[in-house]
Each structure stands twice: as structure tokens, then as C-alpha cells.
């Protein structure tokens, strides 16, 4: 094989990820690709996104100036290479900001709107000093979050600035709408372990009188609009 394939993923990768919209773009990571393609190395755009939330991406990567060879599926070199079409793209450098340590990943919008005040709030609200690295994650100097295992602090950091950063409302009584934003991905369990450490965090912070970015539902009048429709329906 005498090229170089590289694939890489949208949404946290070459964008702020604001899915279903489409964030701020990751310069840093666009003008790589831009270099490799133009040096002859074969991008692929690798991505969840289908239909016409797809085409948005491709033509927002095209408007940046970034093309690609193939979009979700391999190189006509790489499935005459090996003689077959498989499930996964082929690639000799993988982008994704799930597993990629290379850049600085997964990439947020540096303006977080977090500064020392409310990171001098956070440790008088926990009872404990943050990490110099968390303070700069927390207010967008260094959005790099450290390899290692667990225990370090890193889930913390990224709930912090997910709950007080600029960040769009999210519902925390929606499963499925917090399971999006799950910063690592170890299954079901972990995911179920994200939701409930998210929620006491949320608590935490209104208990100490900070606004949150979690969207506030006013649950008894839903329950007692929709008693009343029930309601209305029995008695026609």
C-alpha cells in the first residue's frame, strides 16, 4: 500500500459538538487534514451522522475548505486491496474525540464563560482544592483533559463545565438526552453511573445557589394538564 488513509469523526472532533446544529469549527484539526490531503494522504469523514444531517457536515467541511476522498465507507483502493467491503473503515490514523490523544480532544468552545470567581464557588461548595489543569479546563485555557484511569478527577471537571459553562440546556430527568453527553464510553453501566453522579452534582451547585445549564420542567403542571385532558375526555 503506498498511501496513507486518515479517518476522522465530526461532531466533537472538527466541531464543538452541538448535535443535532453544528458548532464552532476546530481549526486546529481542520488545517491538519488540510495539509495531509494536500500532501496526497487520503481523508475519510467517518461519522454517526446519516441523510441530511450528513450533508450538512459534508457541505460546512467544504465551505472550510476541507473535501474528503470517501464519507462513511472505505476507499475503492482499500476494498481492491483486500477484496472486500467491511463494516469498518480502513485507516492507518483514526480522529475521534472518544479515543484520540493526539490533539486536544474532545474539542469545546474555548469561551466558557467559568472564571475564578465561580471556580473559588465550586471548591467552597465541595469542600476541597481543584487541580491546576481543572481550573484550566473549567475556564477554556487548556481544553486537554489527562490520560489515566479513574480517580483523577476527570468526570468531575467535565460535569463542572458541562452544568456552569456555555453550554445549551439539557434535561436531566431525559435519559437519553444526558446519556449524549457521557464523557467516556464503558457501557451501560458506567453510562447509568454518569447520570446519577451528574444529577448530584446538579443539586449541589442549585443548593449553593448556582444557575445551572439543566432545563427546570414544572412536572405538576404537566401531570395536571394531562389529568385534565383525561378528564375532559371521560365526561363527553
Not at 483533559?145 to 459553562?165: D, S, V
Amino acid at each position: 500500500m503506498d498511501f496513507k488513509v486518515i479517518a476522522t469523526d465530526f461532531d466533537g472532533t472538527l466541531c464543538e459538538d452541538k448535535w443535532p446544529e453544528i458548532g464552532s469549527p476546530n481549526n486546529e484539526i481542520i488545517n491538519y487534514l488540510k495539509e495531509q490531503r494536500a500532501a496526497g494522504i487520503k481523508i475519510i469523514l467517518w461519522t454517526c451522522r446519516n441523510d441530511g444531517r450528513l450533508g450538512e457536515a459534508v457541505r460546512w467541511c467544504c465551505e472550510l475548505g476541507l473535501s474528503f476522498d470517501a464519507i462513511n465507507e472505505n476507499l475503492p483502493e482499500v476494498v481492491e486491496l483486500f477484496g472486500t467491503e467491511s463494516r469498518k473503515v480502513f485507516a492507518h490514523e483514526y480522529i475521534d474525540d472518544r479515543t484520540c490523544t493526539r490533539f486536544k480532544l474532545p474539542f469545546v468552545k474555548r469561551e466558557t464563560g467559568i472564571n475564578d470567581d465561580v471556580i473559588n464557588k465550586v471548591e467552597c461548595t465541595f469542600g476541597f482544592p481543584l487541580y491546576d489543569w481543572q481550573k484550566r479546563y473549567l475556564k477554556g485555557e487548556d481544553n486537554a483533559i489527562p490520560n489515566g484511569g479513574r480517580q483523577n478527577g476527570k468526570t468531575f471537571a467535565y460535569c463542572i463545565r458541562l452544568l456552569l459553562g456555555n453550554h445549551e440546556p439539557f434535561d436531566l430527568h431525559e435519559s437519553r438526552e444526558v446519556d449524549k453527553l457521557v464523557d467516556e464510553n464503558h457501557g451501560p453501566h458506567y453510562t447509568s453511573y454518569f447520570r446519577s453522579y451528574l444529577r448530584d452534582l446538579n443539586d449541589q451547585l442549585l443548593s449553593a445557589g448556582f444557575n445551572t445549564n439543566t432545563e427546570k420542567k414544572n412536572y405538576s403542571e404537566e401531570v395536571l394538564k394531562r389529568a385534565s385532558f383525561i378528564f375532559e375526555r371521560r365526561n363527553k
